[in-house]
């Protein structure tokens, strides 16, 4: 199969976007709640405690949908949206490539040639989520397409729900007739003395 089709993946998924991203930052939110954030002091713990978390609220949230089926399988979690895409949740850096071991598996999730899992006509996407630099926040969260170690293509799950809101503009000012000049007598002889 080729590399997934961008507009196929996005029509699909808008369907369940709001579930998605909400599964994400619950997971997140979750994090900073526990009494581990702060505690651990590997990432790769982090990473584990926030993948299990977004599982968990994934399935809340989508088990009971017609057109989602979760897949639990070979140490992972696995969504197939209406028989056409199959996304996992990672994290990843901030070019959207997620980190995982080198396994075969792993490997041939991004090689589209292989048939995986007994689904060959799936579109096999990521959905990943960014830190901020400090890794103190959710950045983005994100649908990517890779093939093998490339990057195809990638869109933010953010743009369309959480634009940001523009601030009120003030009112504006009801303008003021121009104050008269008014010269008082003396006040300018007293200056020019004082400059002198």
Not at 64 to 74: K, L, N
Not at 138 to 164: F, K, M, N, T
Request: aromatic share 8%; hydrophobic share 40%.
């Amino acid at each position: 199969m080729p590399i997934p089709s961008e507009a196929t993946v996005r029509s699909i998924l808008d369907e369940i976007r709001d579930h998605v991203v909400s599964a994400i930052r619950k997971a997140w939110d979750d994090w900073l709640a526990s009494d581990f954030n702060g505690v651990w002091r590997c990432k790769r713990s982090r990473a584990n405690f926030v993948w299990e978390q977004i599982i968990e609220h994934a399935i809340s949230a989508l088990q009971d949908h017609d057109a989602v089926h979760v897949i639990d399988s070979h140490e992972t979690m696995k969504f197939l949206v209406r028989d056409t895409v199959l996304f996992r949740f990672k994290k990843a850096d901030e070019t959207g490539r997620s980190s995982n071991v080198a396994t075969q598996l792993a490997l041939a999730f991004h090689d589209h040639e292989q048939d995986l899992f007994g689904l060959p006509e799936v579109q096999r996407v990521e959905v990943v989520y960014k830190l901020n630099r400090l890794e103190t926040q959710i950045d983005d969260i994100c649908v990517v397409a890779r093939d093998g170690d490339q990057i195809a293509w990638e869109y933010s799950l953010l743009d369309a729900g959480e634009a940001a809101v523009p601030l009120p503009m003030p009112e504006p000012k009801p303008e003021r007739p121009a104050a008269a000049i008014v010269k008082l007598k003396g006040v300018a002889d007293d200056r020019k003395k004082r400059q002198e």
